[in-house]
C-alpha cells in the first residue's frame, strides 16, 4: 500500500518534470495578448484550460467536456502508441538496427502521463465556479511608456492560490472523497478559545489553544498532506510581461486561467496585468489618450503680450527643454485660463499647456 503510494507520487514529481515543454507551449499560447511566462519552473503545475485545448476560462460544463473528451482521445496512451508503432516501424524500414524497444516502452509512459494530467485537469474544473479575474497593477514611468523603442520587459512573480494537485482540490488523500468539513469547533482555524468569568464584574480570563475536535487541522476526515485538507495550494510563479511602447494607461494583459481560486469549490479565473503610468511632477496624462497636460498660473500682464517659453521636455533635465513662443491674449482677465498645444511633443502624442492668469504670480518665464 505504502508503496504504491510512494510510486503514484513518484510518477506524479515524473510527470511533472516531462510535462515541462507542454506547458512552456501552451503559455506561447497566451502570448498572443503579449504575456509570456518567462522561465518555465519545474515547480510549477499545468495550466488546467490550456492542458485542455481551451484558449479561455469562460466557459460552460459543455464546453469543458468536449474538451475533455477530445484532449482525452488525443492523448490516449493507445493512440500514442499507435502512431508511434507507425513511426517506428517506417523508422525502421529504413535502417534495421533493432535499437527501438527501449525508447518504446519510455514514450509509453510520457503518453500515460499526458493522459493523466489531462484526466486531472478535468477533474480540478469540472462542476466548479469561475473565479473572479486577479488584477495585478504594474507600474512604468511616462517616460519609458511615451517614448519610442523595444517592449517594455517587466519581470513579476506572484503567489498564486490553485488547486492541490495532490489532491486534485478535494483535499482527501489521494483526491478521494468525501472532502474533509470545516470543523464545526474551531470553524476552521485550528485552535479554540475557552472564556472563564466575564460575569458580574468579575475579570475575563481568556485561554485559547488547539482545538480538540480537529487536532488543530480545522478540517474534520481523512486530509490530504500537501494541503492539510484545505484543496489549495500556494504557488510561486513568474512572469515577464512586455508591454508595447505607446500603451494607454490601464492597458491589460490576460493571461488565460491564471488568477487565483477563491475557494475549495472554484476554478481560476484570469490574471490581468493592468499597466500604470507612473505620476509624474509635470505632466498628466489626458484621459484614454497618450496626450500629456501640465497646468500653470501665469502673471496676467506676461500672458497680454507675446512671449517666447521653455519647458523641460519628458525625460527631465537630460533630455533637455523645448523653446517655443506663447502667442499674445490682449483680452485676457484674472482666473481665465488659455490653451497652447504643442504637437508630437512626444512620441506619442501632444502637450496642452494650460495656462490660468493670475495677478498675484510672479513669472517665471524669460
Ligand atoms: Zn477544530
Ligand atoms: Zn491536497
Same mark, same amino acid.
Request: net charge negative.
Given at each position: 500500500m505504502k508503496k504504491n503510494l510512494i510510486k503514484k507520487f513518484n510518477k506524479k514529481k515524473n510527470k511533472h518534470r516531462t510535462s515541462m515543454r507542454q506547458r512552456c507551449t501552451l503559455l506561447r499560447v497566451v502570448a498572443t495578448c503579449m504575456v509570456w511566462l518567462g522561465s518555465c519552473v519545474d515547480a510549477r503545475s499545468p495550466n488546467l484550460y490550456q492542458t485542455l485545448g481551451l484558449d479561455t476560462s469562460i466557459i460552460d460544463e459543455k464546453t469543458l467536456r468536449s474538451s475533455y473528451r477530445k484532449k482525452a482521445v488525443e492523448t490516449h496512451p493507445d493512440k500514442q502508441q499507435q502512431q508511434q508503432q507507425q513511426q517506428q516501424q517506417q523508422e525502421e524500414d529504413q535502417q534495421?538496427? $533493432?535499437?527501438g524497444a527501449a525508447s518504446m516502452s519510455s514514450n509509453r509512459g510520457n503518453a500515460e502521463m499526458a493522459f493523466q494530467q489531462v484526466s486531472e485537469a478535468y477533474a480540478m474544473l469540472k462542476h466548479k465556479e469561475r473565479s473572479q479575474d486577479t488584477v495585478e497593477d504594474v507600474y512604468i514611468p511616462l517616460n519609458q511608456i511615451l517614448t519610442k523603442g523595444t517592449n517594455i520587459v517587466v519581470h513579476y512573480q506572484r503567489r498564486t492560490k490553485v488547486p492541490c494537485t495532490a489532491c486534485l482540490g478535494t $483535499?482527501?488523500?489521494?483526491?478521494?472523497?468525501?472532502s474533509p468539513t470545516i470543523c464545526p469547533t474551531c470553524r476552521g482555524a485550528g485552535t479554540s478559545t475557552l472564556t472563564w468569568g466575564c460575569h458580574a464584574g468579575q475579570p475575563c480570563i481568556h485561554m485559547s489553544g488547539?482545538?480538540?475536535?480537529c487536532g488543530g487541522q480545522g478540517r474534520i476526515g481523512q486530509?490530504?498532506?500537501?494541503c492539510r485538507g484545505v484543496g489549495i495550494v500556494e504557488e510561486l510563479r513568474e512572469y515577464t510581461i512586455e508591454f508595447p511602447t505607446g500603451s494607454l494607461h490601464h492597458h491589460t494583459l490576460r493571461a488565460v486561467g491564471e488568477g487565483d481560486i477563491a475557494n475549495q469549490s472554484s476554478r481560476p479565473g484570469d490574471l490581468l496585468f493592468r499597466l500604470n503610468v507612473q505620476p509624474h511632477p509635470l505632466f498628466e496624462l489626458m484621459e484614454g489618450t497618450n496626450n500629456l497636460i501640465t497646468r500653470m498660473e501665469m502673471n496676467i500682464k506676461k500672458l497680454r503680450t507675446s512671449f517666447a517659453m521653455q519647458i523641460e521636455k519628458l525625460g527631465g533635465e537630460r533630455q533637455g527643454f523645448l523653446s517655443f513662443n506663447v502667442p499674445s491674449y490682449p483680452e485676457m482677465k484674472q482666473g481665465e485660463t488659455r490653451t497652447v498645444t504643442l504637437t508630437d511633443f512626444t512620441d506619442y502624442g501632444d502637450l496642452v499647456l494650460e495656462m490660468k492668469a493670475r495677478e498675484e504670480v510672479w513669472s517665471f518665464t524669460s
Open positions: 534495421d538496427d $533493432g535499437s $483535499g482527501a488523500p489521494n483526491g478521494g472523497s468525501p488547539t482545538c480538540g475536535t486530509l490530504c498532506r500537501v
